[in-house]
T-cell receptor, first 110, second 116 residues
Framework: GEDVEQSLFLSVREGDSSVINCTYT??????LYWYKQEPGAGLQLLTY?????DMKQDQRLTVLLNKKDKHLSLRIADTQTGDSAIYFC??????????FGKGTRLHILP | GAVVSQHPSWVICKSGTSVKIECRSL??????MFWYRQFPKQSLMLMAT?????????EQGVEKDKFLINHASLTLSTLTVTSAHPEDSSFYIC????????????FGPGTRLTVL
């Protein structure tokens, strides 16, 4: 079935890099996404990667995709206190549907 | 990016009453809108997909008579929780997508429903 798995919690020191990992099951997914959710708010699309790409970089964000292993990662360089949030990995299913993981809560240590 | 609003941002109601939540795309025409439900510390679960002017498509296990969805215009979709019960208490989030096969869904800020 359709499933997206990610670790629930990550703790990182301010200034270090954060790496959030995700695995998904549907090999036909066209797009894979990373969304950010701050407390009490909706979701903000951080970045997405097309399934035929291996890597995408956007300022402090780097997305790596290993399609063979169905593994997606998000690296946040120079992690700041404002990066504290829940990060959702998601895969597209067909034309409309997006399946989300349970989210990784990123905690920043001073 | 495009802006999606939801109203109200939170609502408390008595068991047995109905609650309507609005989702609006403020600066683009949303041909497709999605309604999600999020439980505490859980992922978003897609409830239904609605296209403007047609009936919503509900996900398996979602009662269409319980959760009424109307997408009457290209900028407005409504979700009505009928005869709400405490187990319907949740965070409801809508998202909207423009015409064509757009990559991105734009999410609203969510509505927290508490049923007493």
């Amino acid at each position: 079935g359709e499933d997206v798995e990610q670790s629930l919690f990550l703790s990182v020191r301010e200034g270090d890099s954060s790496v959030i990992n995700c695995t998904y099951t549907d090999s036909s997914s066209t797009y894979l996404y990373w969304y950010k959710q701050e407390p009490g708010a909706g979701l903000q699309l951080l970045t997405y990667i097309f399934s035929n790409m291996d890597m995408k970089q956007d300022q402090r964000l780097t997305v790596l995709l290993n399609k063979k292993d169905k593994h997606l990662s998000l690296r946040i360089a120079d992690t700041q206190t404002g990066d504290s949030a829940i990060y959702f990995c998601a895969e597209s299913i067909g034309d409309d549907k997006i399946i989300f993981g349970k989210g990784t809560r990123l905690h920043i240590l001073p | 990016g495009a802006v999606v609003s939801q109203h109200p941002s939170w609502v408390i109601c008595k068991s047995g009453t109905s609650v309507k939540i609005e989702c609006r795309s403020l600066d683009f025409q949303a041909t497709t809108m999605f309604w999600y439900r999020q439980f505490p510390k859980q992922s978003l679960m897609l409830m239904a997909t609605s296209n403007e002017g047609s009936k919503a498509t509900y996900e398996q296990g979602v009662e269409k008579d319980k959760f009424l969805i109307n997408h009457a215009s290209l900028t407005l979709s409504t979700l009505t929780v009928t005869s709400a019960h405490p187990e319907d208490s949740s965070f409801y989030i809508c998202s909207a997508r423009g015409s064509g096969r757009a990559v991105e869904q734009f999410f609203g800020p969510g509505t927290r429903l508490t049923v007493l």
